[in-house]
């Protein structure tokens, strides 16, 4: 089974200033994706980045971008210029290809406060 | 906005009364699921509908019952609930079953506490 760890419970970062969250996982697979999912206190979660572990460039999204390491089996998000709006859990998430949707696997998140 | 809708938002109930959660998405995706969540423990897969006309169980799925409607709606049922019931549930969809991986839209959630 696949594993997904995020050691960082909680976290927090200056308003206009870089955060990291990290994400570790645990696969026997060599192609896979990986996600970032935010979930603000309105609760509904929202795909913030994707990852296709068989391309070596890392993802960007506007002021988010990723930090793949296949080798290490890392995928770490990196939050630039922070917001208010930023504040929400991530979670980090994996799946397999071509066996279908239940093999998405979430992390325990990391709960983000941006501070003003 | 298009969507996936849940209902209830909120919602108590009492040992061994049953319920049904309503989930409805207005993007013509053909996978549904739903999820559950606790704290410390991330996302839990219960069922899902791969397409219409199709269901099977997740991670968790003893104490609940699903139904996939038509292609928009896919409800969770749980007959007796019970305290270990109480969570914040997801539903989710996405375009199809193989593509997941272009991601999933979720709903807002439904907090239910068992008492």
């Known amino acids: 089974a696949q594993t997904v760890t995020q050691s960082q419970p909680e976290m927090s970062v200056q308003e206009a200033e870089t955060v990291t969250l990290s994400c570790t996982y645990d696969t026997s697979e060599s192609n896979y994706y990986l996600f970032w999912y935010k979930q603000p206190p309105s609760r509904q979660m929202i795909l913030v980045i994707r990852?296709?572990?068989?391309?070596?460039q890392n993802a960007t999204e506007n002021r988010f971008s990723v930090n793949f390491q296949k080798a290490a089996k890392s995928f770490s998000l990196k939050i630039s210029d922070s917001q208010l709006g930023d504040t929400a859990m991530y979670f980090c998430a994996f799946m397999k290809p071509g066996t279908g949707a239940n093999n998405l696997f979430f992390g325990t998140g990391t709960r983000l406060t941006v501070i003003p | 906005n298009a969507g996936v809708t849940q209902t209830p938002k909120f919602q108590v109930l009492k040992t061994g009364q049953s319920m049904t959660l309503q989930c409805a998405q207005d993007?013509?995706?053909?996978?549904m699921y739903w999820y559950r969540q606790d704290p410390g423990m991330g996302l839990r897969l219960i069922y899902y509908s791969a397409s219409e006309g199709t269901t099977d169980k997740g991670e968790v799925p003893n104490g609940y019952n699903v139904s996939r409607l038509n292609k928009r709606e896919f409800s969770l049922r749980l007959e007796s609930a019970a305290p270990s019931q109480t969570s914040v549930y997801f539903c989710?969809?996405?375009?199809?079953?193989?593509?997941?991986?272009?991601?999933?839209?979720f709903g807002s959630g439904t907090r239910l506490t068992v008492v």
């Open positions: 990852q296709e572990a068989y391309k070596q």
């Open positions: 989710a969809s996405s375009v199809g079953w193989t593509v997941a991986w272009y991601g999933y839209t």
């Open positions: 993007m013509n995706h053909n996978s």
